[in-house]
């Protein structure tokens, strides 16, 4: 599927070109769009692409075990290019102190109140937003709540999108 899109807004690098220059794949950099990644298909080079292609204002982690290393190189580094692009970093499962997706805390029913008091008390509850996450069936779950949630606060119309490895932006 592609959205003909005005493409003047979204940097050359994140738009892969076709007979019609205006094509542009889904994910886009569009402020209402939330971005779900599931962190085993990305390696350091491929994150960072996403990072400064996307640019999320928000990222939230939803991951038992939060690792950086695989991703970023380490959690400094991913903090630093969280900083370069003004992304704001919340590690949902951390602030649960969760560690396993078995208790009943995991589900996101419980959990996506935090989501929508970090971006309501925020004042600035604008996306692009992204989910790190490492497991299907949370990816799944997550696919029923995010979108709307964060719709409920912002006001706003917000879609969902999957990136993959293989999505057009690293063409």
């Known amino acids: 599927m592609r959205l ?8 050359t690098y994140c738009i892969r070109k076709e007979k019609d220059d205006r094509q542009l794949s889904l994910p886009f950099p569009d402020p209402d769009v939330v971005i779900v990644m599931d962190v085993a298909d990305f390696g350091v080079r491929s994150f960072k692409a996403a990072l400064s292609c996307l640019k999320p204002k928000w990222v939230f982690d939803i991951r038992a075990s939060p690792r950086m290393d695989r991703l970023a190189g380490g959690r ?6 969280f900083e370069k692009i003004g992304t704001q970093y919340i590690d949902i499962f ?8 078995s208790s009943v ?5 419980f959990w996506m109140h935090i989501i929508e ?7 600035n509850a604008h996306g692009p ?8 069936l ?3 779950s997550i696919s029923k709540y995010f979108a709307s949630s964060i719709s409920h606060v912002t ?17």
Do not use: Q, W
């Not at 937003?129 to 299907?136: F, P, Q, R, S």
């Open 4 to 11: 003909v899109y005005d493409s003047a807004d979204i940097p």
């Open 94 to 101: 951390g602030l649960l102190n969760l560690y396993n997706y």
């Open 155 to 171: 006001g706003r119309d917000v879609a969902l999108s999957r990136l993959t490895n293989d999505s057009d932006i690293f063409a």
């Open 76 to 81: 400094i580094h991913a903090f630093k290019e």
């Open 129 to 136: 937003y992204m989910a790190l996450l490492d497991d299907e």
């Open 105 to 109: 805390e995991s589900n996101p029913a």
């Open 117 to 123: 008091n970090h971006l309501s008390h925020d004042g």
């Open 138 to 140: 949370m990816i799944n």
